[in-house]
């Protein structure tokens, strides 16, 4: 069966990060289309009508929004490779811990980096042309 998978990311993206790394583990082929974070492409926003944000994994014109959701997506879809979560309960508990300790702590915290240093540079140009 072959089927047609695009990931719509930005490569500064740590939650895009997570969604290549899982690709790349279960050796997946796949379109890679570039999304910078504060444009919104017209199928940016069609493929996710909720929040508008990357990364957006599309696999046979369907997609799947949210990067931990986008992992079970591929793990639970591509199960004929290695699985890429634990088999004992309490390792995957203790991965999920992690998932989320890393979303809440450190990828929220460099995209809000990302987002004050862009948002400094429009003010910087805004006061450039008074």
């Not at 690709?23 to 009508?49: D, P």
């Not at 999920?96 to 004050?116: C, N, Q, T």
């Amino acid at each position: 069966m072959t089927s047609e998978v695009v990931l719509l990311d930005t490569y500064v993206s740590g939650f895009g990060m997570r969604a290549r790394i899982a690709l790349a583990k279960k050796v997946i082929q796949y379109e890679s289309k570039e999304h910078g974070l504060s444009n919104k492409s017209s199928i940016l926003v069609r493929m996710n009508s909720v929040h508008k944000e990357i990364p957006i994994l599309i696999h046979n014109g369907k997609p799947v929004c949210e990067s931990l959701r986008i992992v079970q997506y591929i793990d639970e879809v591509w199960k004929d490779k290695s699985s890429l979560m634990p088999s004992d309960p309490y390792k995957i508990a203790q991965a999920r811990f992690w998932a989320d300790f890393i979303d809440k702590k450190v990828l929220l915290a460099s995209e809000s980096a990302y987002h004050f240093e862009e948002l400094n540079l429009n003010f910087e140009l805004i006061v450039m042309l008074e």
